[in-house]
């Protein structure tokens, strides 16, 4: 049984760790803020990231030196992610987080002060690192942004980073949501409109009018007949609020209406959907996984499904690196240089049916060639 856990004392501080960033950034690092809050105020698009994160499914480990294959899928399965995870899939989980918001994913393996076992990994905020070329473009540096300025990791063999689409000749990644921040500015703009609408028109106000008639007498006591009137409507509603039901008795002409009454609310619904179906094609979700009940044909459905397919194959490849880079780190630690592969897990139960399919299609055809 690997054993991964050691006296704390034994552990080093984390490089990518207990940052106080400073003002120098990045360009792209001022839009970090704005996806967050772009994804705490509106749940879609929450929803549609953590389920790609789930649809990238589960992977296994396969070493070319079966004597050490199951020592490295038990410390895949126990290895400590930061204070509160355990297994690299708890790690990938956060990196896979990190990548899709921001564009830009780090990680460190963190070993021991003797440099003798990998102690756990650690999920970084890729806000306190910057990453520039080093001797020659294929080399990169880390550097760590402390209250004193930057400070230059001693360990880049440690540390784990992912862009992701960077632009040709550059380091940092583009952000699965760039662009959507401009679409979502218009949809809290249409929802805080429907609140407001609600607040106006979906709470009840009345306007009382008393009409005096022309008569002197009725003419010299208007003011305190409707002073009267305002007093009982009132009491009358404030009645209302203990569960109180008043009739309101009234002499002479008086009108009540409700305000507002004769004007319709606006229709939102097709902006809303207009504004959600580019959102969602930025996110390559199909609508049906997100509870969206879309008018939509069962072809068009299952071609949904394969433009996804080919997105969450698109994320594997960018994690995979990574995946082997910590597998190779844990062999090396123990003596072995063996190769490994990674092997993903079928997305989902379709494609199971669909490699069936395929099997038996391609065993019926060798059959009749032999005929």
């Keep these: 049984m690997l054993k991964l856990k050691k006296p704390v004392s034994n ?10 960033r400073t003002e120098d950034f990045p360009v792209q690092f001022y839009t970090y803020d704005l996806f967050d809050k772009i994804r705490r105020t509106i749940p879609l698009i929450d929803s549609a990231i953590c389920k790609i994160i789930r649809l990238i499914s589960s992977f ?7 004597r050490q294959q199951e020592r490295l899928t038990e410390f895949f399965r126990s290895v400590p992610v930061g204070l509160t995870g355990q297994s690299v899939y708890s790690f990938l989980d956060s990196y896979t987080d990190s990548l899709l918001v921001y564009g830009n994913a780090v990680g460190e393996i963190v070993l021991d002060k003797k440099n003798s076992y990998i102690a756990g990994l650690w999920n970084g905020n890729i806000r306190d690192i910057s990453v520039k070329p080093g001797a020659s473009p294929l080399e990169r540096q880390y550097f760590l942004h402390t ?7 001693p360990h880049p063999e440690r540390i784990l980073f992912s862009a992701l689409k960077p632009p040709s000749g550059g380091i940092y990644g583009v952000s699965l ?5 401009a679409l979502a500015e218009i949809l809290l703009r249409i929802y805080e409109c429907i609140g407001q609408n609600f607040d106006r028109a979906g709470n009840l106000r009345y306007a009382v009018t008393y009409k005096p008639s022309g008569d002197s007498s009725e003419m010299a006591f208007a003011k305190e007949r409707a002073e009267e009137i305002a007093k ?22 008086v009108d009540i209406k409700v305000i507002g009454a004769e004007g319709e609310m606006p229709s ?21 996984l997100l509870g969206l009940n879309w008018s ?5 459905s299952a071609q949904q499904a394969d433009i996804l397919t080919s997105e969450l194959e698109y994320y594997r490849r960018l994690l995979e690196p990574v995946i082997i880079r910590i597998a190779k780190a844990f062999l090396q630690m123990n003596g072995s240089f063996a190769e490994v592969n990674i092997l993903w897990d079928n997305i989902n139960l379709q494609d199971e049916v669909e490699l069936a399919q395929a099997r038996l299609y391609s065993a019926q055809a060798q059959q009749l060639e032999k005929i």
């Design 11 to 20: 552990l080093p501080a984390v490089q990518t760790a207990g940052a106080r």
């Design 147 to 153: 209250e004193n300025g930057e400070k230059r990791l």
């Design 60 to 66: 296994q480990v396969e070493c070319t030196d079966s």
């Design 296 to 300: 939509s044909t069962e072809r068009m």
């Design 177 to 181: 949501l760039q662009g959507v921040p």
């Design 268 to 288: 939102t619904e097709i902006p809303v959907r207009q504004l959600l179906e580019q959102i969602l094609s930025k996110l390559s979700i199909p609508p049906f």
């Design 232 to 253: 009982e409507w009132s009491s009358g509603m404030q009645a209302m609020k203990c569960g109180e039901i008043r009739d309101f008795v009234s002499v002479g002409d």
